[in-house]
């Protein structure tokens, strides 16, 4: 009994010492209240940073956990408000990123980021008076901060106030006399002002003093070819290609320009270079759809767009354009139809309605996406009124719609 009471106690003391033998280290972590000022910015400096890279992969969740805990850790830690508001605003809590933004306003009115955040807010918002006095309160304690003039510019172009809207961005520019992004703004103000000429020679201006900024150059050119001056539109192109053979964007929008020419082969040679040069972009070949149904190319038309969706599945504009080829095909029937309505026809006319009924369909999924919706609409609305008037032709000409 005595032994057999020893080996147990044995056995058990051996199973104590490998538990604790096998178990894995830990190492306590020190609480924060016990931690040195230092320790504490270096924790909460490295839950902003771990917070910073959620927030750049797009998970904002994570992205305000870190920010939260780093402002649990450093409460007077102002920047991770501001990310915190960042975050929120991501994802589409108002409420809780406006709160953020006036905590770190709270913390240091000095600091413009707090006023840049709520008046973009606002202006998403559309509170546009309660942009502008933020973008204002901040332009107090910030006389030259460049982000605020163009904030509370672009809140009065949002408005149509184009005079202060300038006056805004005149400010900035004097700041900063080669911000493109402020360039740009001035030039799409006098678009938008009906004022095509005074946006080109805006930029003709600043061409001639900074001849080699290439997003200038591009800008111009595509002034030019959004207000129908294709010729120059051309040559800035040609120069860009030139200068960047390998830029396929640029390729292709000289072929855009040559279509509005009407310089077809010189378009398609563009094109296919575009198509070579990005082979895993769809963009080159919606081009080339535009191109063919200028020339009433139909057919090969539908076969590149088809190739586009194999390219890029999910983007809805290969449906549209297949509307849009569908539609003509339909458009064309129709017009051999009326010319010559009779019996002998009817394959014509069953030919428009099919088309039709296919350009419907085409529409139909495209306008899922909000960007084609309107369009599609529109070209539903159109291909409906046609198919009404060629079904009662279809019974009154075909037997009552028996051929």
């Excluded at 202060?164 to 799409?188: G, H």
Aim: with cysteine; charged share 25%.
């Amino acid at each position: 009994m005595t032994k057999m009471f020893t080996r147990m106690c044995l056995l058990t003391l051996i199973a104590v010492s490998l538990s604790v033998w096998c178990a894995p280290t830990q190492t306590v972590k020190e609480p924060t209240s016990t931690m040195t000022a230092e320790e504490k910015q270096k924790e909460a400096e490295q839950s902003y940073s771990i917070g910073f890279e959620y927030y750049k992969q797009g998970n904002y969740d994570e992205a305000v956990k870190n920010f939260t805990k780093a402002i649990d850790i450093m409460p007077r830690f102002y920047a991770a408000y501001v990310a915190l508001a960042k975050a929120y605003r991501a994802k589409g809590d108002i409420l809780a990123a406006e709160a953020e933004y006036k905590k770190a306003k709270n913390l240091d009115a000095k600091d413009a980021r707090s006023y840049e955040g709520l008046g973009a807010l606002y202006t998403e918002l559309q509170k546009y008076a309660e942009a502008i006095a933020e973008y204002e309160n901040g332009l107090r304690a910030d006389t030259k901060n460049v982000n605020l003039l163009n904030g509370v510019a672009y809140v009065y172009r949002k408005m149509s106030n184009y005079d202060k809207a300038l006056e805004y961005y005149n400010r900035s520019l004097e700041i900063e006399p080669e911000n493109l992004t402020t360039m740009f703004a001035v030039a799409d103000i006098y678009i938008e002002m009906e004022n095509p000429r005074r946006a080109i020679a805006y930029l003709e201006t600043i061409i001639e003093r900074k001849p080699n900024i290439v997003e200038v150059r591009e800008k111009l050119a595509q002034v030019y070819f959004e207000t129908k001056n294709y010729d120059p539109a051309a040559k800035l192109y040609k120069d860009l290609v030139k200068e960047q053979p390998d830029n396929y964007r640029y390729h292709m929008q000289l072929g855009s320009v040559y279509i509005k020419q009407k310089k077809y082969q010189e378009a398609e040679q563009s094109l296919n270079t575009a198509r070579r040069l990005a082979p895993s972009s769809a963009s080159p070949i919606y081009s080339l759809v535009d191109l063919n149904l200028v020339r009433g190319r139909y057919s090969a038309a539908e076969e590149l767009a088809n190739e586009a969706l194999r390219i890029e599945p999910t983007n809805l504009y290969a449906y549209l354009l297949l509307g849009d080829i569908y539609i003509r095909r339909g458009y064309d029937a129709r017009g051999r139809w009326t010319q010559n309505k009779s019996t002998a026809n009817c394959s014509i006319l069953n030919a428009a309605i099919s088309y039709f009924s296919t350009a419907i369909s085409h529409y139909n999924k495209a306008r899922t996406d909000v960007q084609w919706s309107a369009y599609a609409n529109n070209e539903i609305k159109r291909s409906n009124t046609w198919l009404e008037e060629l079904q009662e032709d279809k019974w009154f000409y075909c037997k009552g719609g028996s051929q």
